[in-house]
């Protein structure tokens, strides 16, 4: 009667054990991410970028166990999708992209809520006042500037209906150089690069019949807070200039950033030069 007591209770902790672990592995599946279907996109990669660039939305790896990156650090990155995992975890099956940035360091798995198709465009007039702020966190997660070629965007951005004209653009990278070599060097140095400016302006001008308006600012942009374009149009309201009024003008355009050399340890940074000539 004794040795058959003891196997019932033997075989009872047996069972429950079992029941404990089959519980215990039923858990572990419930909170498994699985993969059901997957499609692929490598050969075509559509490009997408943040819904929201303030929000928080990680990329995982391909478990959905460890988050490898927040897309909110990257909000000026374009996203392109390798494929698309539909993932069940427990009940609900939820549809993952695989994607990669732009510059290929930066890659895993993303809900795709948190995208919406077409690349990153960063002279969207919507986005401005996060566009044009100078400081932004790029693809590398990293604090920078903009640089002079987004600055140019904005001021091209500010005078609407004009015509960007790449000659008129080449003159005002070469006027914005002889002005930062002017304020550095030899004596002989600056006045060299000051008499090569004016020469230049002098040769613009003939070049257009006498034509040529042109807006200069050598003024200090110090307010990292302050979106350029706010800068910008300050700037030309204080010399009683309309953006407006130069639809259909050829234009041309270039600005000093923080971070290129020649900026005089950032005192010329935002030193912009406005070109403008009618359109014939």
């Keep these: ?26 858990t572990n599946a419930a909170t498994k991410y699985v993969w059901t279907k997957t499609k692929s996109y490598q050969a ?4 997408y970028h943040a819904k929201n660039a303030g929000q928080t939305a990680y990329l995982w790896n391909a478990s959905h166990t460890k988050k490898l990156h927040n897309a909110k650090n990257y909000p000026h990155t374009t996203w392109y999708v390798q494929r698309s995992v539909a993932m069940k975890h427990g009940n609900k099956t939820t549809v993952y992209y695989q994607v990669v940035s732009g510059n290929k360091k930066v890659t ?17 007039e919507n986005n401005y006042q996060e566009i044009d702020r100078d400081r932004y966190i790029d693809a590398y997660g990293v604090e920078t500037y903009r640089s002079r070629g ?17 000659k008129l653009t080449s003159v005002a990278d070469n006027a914005v150089d002889l002005i930062l070599n002017s304020m550095t060097g030899s004596a002989s140095q600056r006045d060299k690069a000051t008499n090569d400016y004016y020469n230049l302006m002098d040769k613009v001008k003939k070049d257009h019949h006498g034509q040529l308006i042109q807006i200069e600012n050598k003024g200090r942009y110090t307010r990292d807070s302050r979106p350029f374009k706010e800068y910008v149009m300050s700037q030309l309201k204080a010399k009683g200039i309309n ?34 000539v009618p359109n014939d």
């Design 1 to 26: 009667m004794k040795h058959k007591l003891m196997t019932t209770l033997a075989l009872g902790l047996s069972l429950t054990g079992v029941g404990i672990l089959t519980n215990q592995t039923n």
């Design 44 to 47: 075509t990669t559509p490009a």
């Design 108 to 124: 895993g798995y993303i809900y795709r809520g948190f995208l919406t198709k077409g690349k990153y465009q960063a002279n969207h």
């Design 150 to 166: 987004e600055f140019k965007q904005t001021l091209l951005s500010t005078f609407k209906g004009t015509v960007a004209d790449p």
């Design 243 to 276: 953006p407006n009024d130069y639809q259909g003008y050829k234009i041309g355009v270039s600005a000093v950033s923080k971070t290129e050399n020649g900026n005089l340890n950032g005192s010329a940074h935002g030193l912009f030069e406005i070109l403008l």
